[in-house]
């Protein structure tokens, strides 16, 4: 990767970089690429569940999309043992439950050796 891409990638949010993993996966990338799939399409339905309409739909996408930012700076919210301050944090959480209960079934099948 020459200068170019490196700082234009630096200035993408994590979102575009979640992106190009996912449109350029390399061997050691699969793993990844093929959880946060699942992942984006469980929150992807979510967000389609609980909207009636356009408008309702974009504003939850939005939310979604903070909280993922929100999962990025905030470390502490990493841990097992989490503790939420406000509906945000609390949804960070979940979605890194998710993450975790997705590599969970995944070793229970035995998925992450046919990867």
Same mark, same amino acid.
């Given at each position: $990767?020459?200068?170019?891409?490196?700082? #234009?990638? @630096?200035?993408? !949010?994590?979102?575009? &970089?979640?992106?190009? &993993?996912?449109?350029?996966?390399?061997?050691?990338?699969?793993?990844?690429?093929?959880?946060?799939?699942? %992942?984006?399409?469980?929150? =992807?339905? !979510?967000?389609?569940? $609980? #909207?009636?309409?356009? !408008? /309702?739909?974009? @504003?939850?996408?939005?939310?979604? &999309?903070?909280?993922?930012?929100?999962?990025?700076?905030?470390? !502490?919210?990493?841990?097992?043992?989490? %503790?939420?301050?406000?509906?945000? =944090?609390?949804? %960070?959480?979940?979605?890194?439950?998710?993450?975790?209960?997705?590599?969970? /079934?995944?070793?229970?099948? /035995?998925?992450?050796?046919?990867?």
């Amino acid at each position: $990767m020459d200068q170019f891409e490196q700082r #234009s990638v @630096q200035r993408r !949010s994590k979102v575009f &970089l979640v992106y190009s &993993l996912i449109a350029h996966p390399d061997d050691y990338r699969r793993p990844r690429h093929l959880l946060l799939a699942e %992942a984006a399409k469980k929150i =992807e339905y !979510s967000v389609h569940t $609980m #909207s009636a309409t356009e !408008s /309702g739909y974009n @504003q939850r996408a939005k939310a979604k &999309l903070h909280v993922v930012k929100l999962m990025e700076h905030r470390e !502490s919210l990493w841990s097992i043992d989490a %503790a939420h301050y406000d509906d945000d =944090e609390e949804e %960070a959480i979940e979605i890194i439950g998710l993450l975790r209960n997705i590599c969970s /079934g995944w070793r229970k099948i /035995g998925k992450r050796k046919a990867l």
